[in-house]
């Protein structure tokens, strides 16, 4: 089933009446609540945060708003060759509705965020992280292996530390390569898995590697994946 997602502009597109734009907001919150319930985490808690912030900077920008309606042409100059627009006029009826919009939507985004925030920690609380063997110096590249409760299977990861640039910034982040999946037993346990990684790949001797297992059966990809991934991240960033 395709992820519900608010349109990114949803308050300044389309109809601008404040009983539809609750409805659809709403129906978006009933929705992500469910997914919350079903401890499905994302992309969902990364998409009302984005709707957070776009809404409080309508409520803290009035020009931004206002740069986000349409422009059409005044005329054209015949002397500087430029054309001039001008913004399509904002009545006061229609600025009222998006003050109630706004007013109405930003505690209920709110309350859903710290739901997911609440989430959030709840998963990681039943998430153990251990580490295979010795701890190498280098923590940029390892392995990872996730397992979750009653499976005896455990996924494995090749995972390296990237900087990253965004907005004249630098950051870390994460990769992760998805190699395949081992049965767990008494004579294949996780000790002899990461010895028959170093046997593969002889490049890395003594690979960092994470074994993170759940004690809850959770949703993998929507919630237990992200959470490991900033896990490792925070484990990592801690020994540097």
Known sequence: MAVKKLNPEWVTQGLIDFEYKKYVLLDYIQYVGKQFKDYKLYPYQSDILQQH????????????????????????????????????????????????????????????LKEGASLYDEIENVLKMETVGLRPINLDEGYVMVQL?????????NYQ?????????KYRGIFMEYLGDEVVTISNNIENIKLSLVKQNESMPNPCTFYIHSSLKLPYKESVLPIVKRMVVQEIAKAA
């Open 161 to 169: 530390l990237k900087l990253f640039e965004h907005a004249n910034e």
């Open 149 to 157: 409760k009653g499976m005896t299977n455990v996924f494995i990861y």
């Open 53 to 112: 912030r776009y809404l409080k900077s309508i409520a803290e920008n009035q020009q931004l708003f206002f740069d986000k309606f349409p422009k059409f042409l005044k005329e054209i100059s015949t002397e500087n060759m430029k054309n001039e627009f001008e913004t399509k006029s904002i009545s006061s009826p229609m600025m009222e509705e998006i003050k109630k919009i706004i007013n109405f939507s930003i505690p209920l985004i709110e309350n859903k």
